[in-house]
């Protein structure tokens, strides 16, 4: 098999992947009160994607993955939403993971704190409304929390896929 399509099937089983994730993540009643709380199943992808390939391929998986989604579940707004969450997450995990010093949980949780942090900017912006940043606060705990479960699940999953050098 060439790199090329090694590429090709490594990207589109993840994308894949997190299609079905975000399926099941939608059949998840709401167990909150609070619009916008998710699980964030997708983000184990993008994981994988940053921990056994690259920053790189992680943002093409990711966008690619938003996208579709959109598409699918979605409408401009959700789209906006998650590209200003996912992109935010995205970036402060590949740099807490270049400095060496934090755990993929503790990534996965600033991941998760991030995107909602990125949604609620996203949301200021389109709705002109700054005081929509008071719901920042409810958001970083369920941010917390998801993040340390997806980065937990992402660890036991990650010690089992050997590296891919595409």
Not at 46 to 61: N, R, T
Request: aromatic share 10%; net charge positive; glycine share 8%.
């Amino acid at each position: 098999m060439t790199k090329r399509t090694l590429r090709l099937t490594t990207y589109a089983l993840l994308i894949a992947l997190a299609l079905v994730l975000s399926y099941v993540e939608s059949l998840v009643p709401a167990f909150f009160a609070v619009p916008g709380m998710k699980l964030g199943l997708t983000n184990i992808v993008v994981l994988i994607a940053l921990y056994k390939l690259d920053f790189k391929s992680a943002f093409f998986i990711s966008v690619v993955r938003i996208v579709l989604v959109t598409a699918m579940f979605g409408n401009a707004a959700s789209l906006a939403y998650s590209i200003g969450g996912g992109v935010l997450s995205l970036l402060v995990m590949a740099l807490l993971k270049k400095t060496g010093r934090f755990s993929l949980v503790a990534v996965s949780a600033a991941g998760g704190i991030f995107h909602n942090i990125g949604q609620v900017l996203v949301a200021m912006w389109l709705l002109y409304t700054p005081e929509i940043a008071y719901y920042m606060l409810l958001l970083w705990f369920s941010g917390i929390v998801t993040g340390l479960v997806v980065g937990l699940i992402s660890a036991l999953v990650l010690v089992r896929i050997p590296r891919i050098d595409l």
